[in-house]
């Protein structure tokens, strides 16, 4: 069965202290893997989608990488408004749903 | 380009009441997935359409259904419902099926007393 495992649960950090969050997966064939961002009472937000290992996007502070294994999430000198739940998910090859992981809650004090 | 709306946003019911809820695709977006979303459980796939049809299908119990109309629109409903229903429901569309990047709408927030 597809699993997604993201760690750490919580994260605090100190306003420009670089960081990294994990997802750990198990899928019979990856088709994609996807991050997402969401604030308190609002719908995730895309971030990126990765396809294949070796790749890697950025988004201001923000780069995500690809392993066959998992995935990270890397923060550079994050701001209080990157507070967050962070949000990944796979999708398989053989099926259309997505399977998220019970995210990771950032905290970002100035 | 307007983003995904559900409506609506706040809704109040009482047991064995039943609900509907409606989803709305970004413009040209043909595929609309509905998530449950629960502290417990997190982020859950109910089910998928696509250009009208329910293409893939969660484990959810049969009193949540679905349709989608010809415009795209959707409207997710749920019967009898219990006090385990009450949870933030999000609908998320794509524009070639739920292979591609899903985009998601603010939500519903359903309490069930």
């Known amino acids: 069965e597809d699993q997604v495992t993201q760690s750490p649960e919580a994260l605090r950090l100190q306003e420009g202290e670089s960081s990294s969050l994990n997802c750990s997966y198990t899928?019979?064939?990856?088709?994609?893997l996807f991050w997402y961002r969401q604030d308190p009472g609002k719908g995730p937000e895309f971030l990126f989608t990765?396809?294949?290992a070796g790749e890697e996007k950025e988004k201001e502070r923000l780069k995500a990488t690809l392993t066959k294994k998992e995935s990270f999430l890397h923060i550079t000198a994050p701001k209080p408004e990157d507070s967050a739940t962070y949000l990944c998910?796979?999708?398989?090859?053989?099926?259309?749903?997505?399977?998220f992981g019970a995210g990771t809650r950032l905290t970002v004090k100035p | 380009k307007a983003g995904v709306t559900q409506t609506p946003r706040y809704l109040i019911k009482t047991r064995g009441q039943q609900v509907t809820l409606s989803c709305s695709p970004i413009?040209?977006?043909?595929?609309v997935s509905w998530y449950q979303q629960t502290p417990g459980q997190g982020l859950q796939f109910l089910f998928e359409?696509?250009?009208?049809?329910?293409?893939n299908k969660g484990n959810f119990p049969g009193r949540f259904s679905g349709r989608q109309f010809s415009n795209s629109r959707s409207e997710m409903n749920v019967s009898t419902l219990e006090l385990g229903d009450s949870a933030l429901y999000l609908c998320?569309?794509?524009?070639?099926?739920?292979?591609?990047?899903?985009?998601f709408g603010p939500g519903t927030r359903l309490t069930v007393l």
């Open positions: 998320a569309s794509s524009s070639l099926g739920s292979t591609d990047t899903q985009y």
């Open positions: 899928v019979s064939g990856l088709r994609g």
């Open positions: 990765l396809y294949s």
């Open positions: 998910a796979v999708q398989a090859r053989n099926n259309n749903d997505m399977r």
């Open positions: 413009s040209g977006h043909r595929s």
């Open positions: 359409y696509f250009s009208e049809t329910q293409r």
